[in-house]
């Protein structure tokens, strides 16, 4: 990881990616029940106010540890979502 704005772009886009692939599939399967794809929208949504609020905290002991487990989570999250959706159809 370079460096905190290059973390919060990864987060953005990586989550803005898996709601866009939401949106998609419901416009694709408009006959389906679309609360499924609500919920994972309403969890990527509280995973990025999550994940961005911890890389705006301040006074850490150790910022890279801090980064990496950040970094970290932001994938196993981002897995779990695009299992989720793969889920749906």
């Known amino acids: 990881m370079a460096n905190k ?5 990864d987060i953005n886009y990586v ?16 006959d389906k029940n679309s609360k499924k794809g609500e919920a994972i929208i309403d969890e ?7 994940l961005m609020e911890r890389v705006n905290k301040r006074g850490l002991d150790d910022a890279k540890a801090h980064f990496k487990a950040i970094n ?3 994938e196993t999250k981002a897995r779990s979502l695009v299992d989720k959706i793969n889920k749906l159809g």
């Open 72 to 74: 970290n989570d932001l």
């Open 5 to 9: 704005r290059d973390l919060k772009k």
């Open 15 to 30: 989550l803005g990616d898996i709601i866009e692939s939401v949106y998609i599939w419901e416009y694709t399967n408009t």
């Open 44 to 50: 990527a949504i509280e995973t990025f106010d999550d």
